[in-house]
């Protein structure tokens, strides 16, 4: 059975500062996908890694994947306000179905 | 352009009775996936449609749970008899193809069941 663990589960931040929110997954894939969630609201696609080494970056956003070691990254570079969310970790084995993790939930405080 | 709409955004109902929730996808999406979101299980596959087929079932959680989809569009999630437990958001999402596409996901349907 699949596992994909996400740490922390909640991260309390300044803004201006820098972080790091880990993926583990416990069998291998080369898809992985990150989302955001705002409160009451749906998933919105951040990014989509493919293949070991994948980085990609969208403002103070930066994800990578590690297939090998089975874990992901993603960096938070000079938190804002704006980036308080919950943030979902996801890998795909089977060509269609998303394995979650329990999200991170990230509040930035001023 | 439009993106994955479900209806309705809120339904209560009673303990026993059926639910229909609605998902239409981004046009031209050929697949289509259902997921629930609640507090105590996050977020669960349900259901996997390939056009109008459904390969993997095996995310339902009981055979209360049915779910169609007709001219490679609309798709409806069926709960028969519901009980307390069902409560949960219910999210549909649709991509381009299956594999490693995008899966881009509708507002979802908050159940409540009493």
């Known amino acids: 059975e699949l596992k994909v663990e996400q740490n922390p589960l909640f991260l309390s931040m300044q803004e201006g500062k820098n972080y790091t929110i880990y993926c583990n997954y416990s069998?291998?894939?080369?898809?992985l996908y990150w989302y955001r969630q705002d409160p009451g609201k749906s998933l919105e696609s951040l990014f989509v890694?493919?293949?070991?080494?994948a980085v990609k970056q969208e403002g103070r956003l930066m994800a990578s994947l590690d297939t090998k070691a089975r874990l992901s990254t993603l960096h938070i570079t000079a938190a804002v306000h704006d980036l308080s969310a919950t943030y979902f970790c996801?890998?795909?084995?089977?060509?269609?179905?998303?394995?979650f993790g329990k999200g991170t939930s990230l509040l930035v405080t001023p | 352009g439009a993106g994955v709409s479900q209806s309705p955004s809120n339904k209560v109902t009673e303990k026993g009775k059926d639910v229909e929730l609605r998902c239409d996808p981004i046009s031209g999406h050929t697949a289509l996936y259902w997921y629930r979101q609640s507090l105590g299980q996050g977020l669960e596959f349900l259901i996997y449609f390939q056009g109008n087929s459904a390969p993997d079932k095996s995310g339902l959680p009981s055979d209360r749970f049915s779910a169609e989809r007709t001219g490679g569009s609309v798709s409806t999630l069926t709960i028969q008899r519901t009980q307390q437990e069902d409560s949960a958001v219910y999210l549909c999402?649709?991509?381009?193809?299956?594999?490693?596409?995008?899966?881009?996901f509708g507002p979802g349907t908050r159940l409540l069941v009493l």
């Open positions: 069998t291998t894939s080369d898809r």
């Open positions: 996801a890998v795909d084995i089977r060509g269609y179905a998303l394995n």
């Open positions: 890694l493919l293949s070991n080494g």
């Open positions: 999402a649709s991509s381009l193809f299956s594999g490693k596409e995008t899966q881009y």
